[in-house]
């Protein structure tokens, strides 16, 4: 849709899909969106690890050759700056019906869309409101990204309804989980929390990153937890981060408002330094 | 895949679909799949019904035309006595990222296959294991057959590995939702029970012709409750139902046996009556 959008179909430059698909008929694949900073990609490895586990909870057939290939042929034709790679692995063609077949032969899509806001901005602080739509209870699939994304579409619709930047969504439950497109962090007294993942949601490149590198490097902890909206909108700090945006500071929330983001602030130059090392 | 089978997108003979799609993205879409009998779809009414509310819960553009086009243009190519349909309505193109663009258009994409199994044939009655892969709870999407169906083909590739005919699906609180492929009915006492649906699964075109049509023209009152395995393995009878398979008698899940099947047999004659007055 967009002019300079490239697409590739199992390594090869292509403008559709072979149909049957798999991934089109159920969401039966996985996905991953990745910056690319001159062709090379930010945190390759988390992404190479959270798809190696989606494949294994999908028993995928192996695709690592194929995804290397479309990494290649992607990097060699990127832009240089910053541009965005959506890797999509469906189980392939095949019959009618749910089951798979035996000899399921995975395909790769990638597209690679030019990025123009600058790498080391700070973004605007978000205004969030809170979707009505709640994530799905499926502990045997939270975490990993798999293509069966209705309620984030849905809850996307919301925030541009409701005239927001982004929507915090639920669980079952009424406990925060994360935005549309990001993981969620709170400062809570003199540690960063962030929602438990166990039982949906999608456990982010750079919300990993947080816990691993980023906030530790600042002698943060970290808790995973269960956290009410009320939770959030007593929190010191309230930021959301994913692999476009980076860390973005969080303005309001409902009633709650928020001026000042001094950790955020901190783990945004450590994001900084992660891109500059192109780690 | 299958050498027979015909695709169509947006009303014209096609191989392939453009990209990007919503459908391949997030499961942006909804499906029906169809009975066509000398090209006329089974139940259409039902089919219409249950889509129409699929794109009002998901916020679809209207596609009343597009769809109407493309049933046209099927049934003039469809073979004479039983096809597979199967329609997939997707949100279209756009940009990259959750939130629809505000001017989506949708796609129609049909896939015709044969069916070479006899019309009027009383399936061999199904063994049925239980999958470890349960629904996902989620009250705001249950009854519609939208695209996102991952835990439908993780269970299948569990009755293949079992042996099994089709699956046993449990909700997230280990209640009896459906198999696989079509909705569950239980005779207790001198009713009808199913799986109530209102925090997950599909609610089937057959099982409401069941509980609409069959079961009354028999005088059998129907339940929707809540039921465990336990209570379908106590059953008098069980069988499913789906638009291809129609009613399917269940001789085994678990431990439990059954041999004879009264009231599933009857239900199946009334089924035939259906498919012969073309309804």
């Given amino acids: 849709m967009t002019p300079a959008e490239l697409t590739w179909v199992d390594g090869e430059r292509a403008h559709s899909l072979p149909l049957p698909d798999r991934g089109l008929a159920f969401g039966d694949g996985l996905f991953e969106t990745l910056l ?8 390759l490895e988390y992404h190479r690890q959270r798809l190696a586990r989606g494949l294994k909870v999908l028993a995928f057939p192996d695709v690592g050759r194929a995804l290397d ?19 999509t692995l469906t189980r392939g063609g095949g019959p009618r019906g749910y089951l798979p077949p ?43 990204k ?7 579409v849905l809850a996307a619709k919301e925030y541009r309804r409701g005239g927001w930047d982004e929507a915090l969504m639920l669980d079952q439950r009424g406990r925060a989980v994360s935005v549309v497109a990001g993981n969620l962090f709170a400062v809570i007294g003199d540690r960063l929390r962030t929602p438990a993942l166990d039982s949906c949601g999608i456990a982010g490149t750079r919300r990993r990153a947080v816990m691993e590198r980023w906030a530790p490097a600042l002698g943060l902890a970290v808790d995973e937890a269960a956290l009410s909206p009320a939770d959030l909108q007593a929190a010191r700090e309230l930021f959301y981060c994913n692999s476009l945006v980076g860390i973005r500071a969080v303005a ?28």
Same sequence: chains 1, 2.
């Fill in 146 to 152: 798999h293509l069966n994304r209705l309620e984030q």
């Fill in 252 to 279: 309001a929330l409902g009633d709650a408002r928020w001026r000042d983001f001094p950790v955020t602030r901190a783990l945004h130059e450590r994001y900084l330094a992660t891109l500059e090392a192109r780690a």
């Fill in 102 to 144: 035996s000899g399921a032969r995975p395909r790769v899509i990638a597209q690679l869309a030019p990025q123009t806001r600058p790498l080391d901005a700070w973004h605007d602080p978000a205004k969030l409101g809170v979707a009505a739509i709640r994530w799905p209870t499926q502990p045997q699939l939270a975490g990993i």
């Fill in 36 to 43: 690319l900073v001159d062709g090379r990609p930010v945190l």
């Fill in 69 to 87: 290939h479309t990494l290649q042929n992607v990097s060699a034709a990127a832009p240089s700056g910053a541009a965005a790679l959506r890797v």
